[in-house]
Nanobody
């Protein structure tokens, strides 16, 4: 009964910030690889960021590097995505995803390689 529950989405103006949270349950979170993906209407789901089990390694899509920060708190079984300087093209449903393995390299930037995903949270960035 693995559950990933995203929260923190909303409506912001371009240049604004949001902090997304993903609370995990039913998963050995402390050894899991965690990632964020997003999907805009009519587009494929795309990679945003990922973090390994002990926060030693992070990876970002070029489109968000320098503006977004992924982090995790293993004591709270929660992963975060701090999004600064948001752009209208950031409008999408953002999904939290989890891989059971701590070997981050197994997952790459492909959504389908992860084992679990949440219901998503809507982020809308107005011009």
């Amino acid at each position: 009964q693995v559950q990933l529950v995203e929260s923190g989405g909303g409506l912001v103006h371009a240049g604004g910030s949001l902090r997304l949270s993903c609370a995990a349950s039913g998963l050995t979170f402390s050894s899991a690889t965690m990632g964020w993906f997003r999907q805009a209407p009519g587009k494929e789901r795309e990679f945003v960021a990922a973090i390994n089990w002990n926060s030693d390694t992070t990876r970002y899509a070029d489109s968000v590097k320098g503006r977004f920060t992924i982090s995790r708190d293993n004591a709270k079984d929660t992963v975060y995505l701090q999004m600064n300087t948001l752009k209208p093209e950031g409008t999408a449903v953002y999904y939290c995803q989890a891989g059971r393995s701590s070997r981050m390299r197994l997952y790459g930037s492909t959504s389908a390689t992860y084992d679990y995903w949440g219901q998503g949270t809507q982020v809308t960035v107005s011009s």
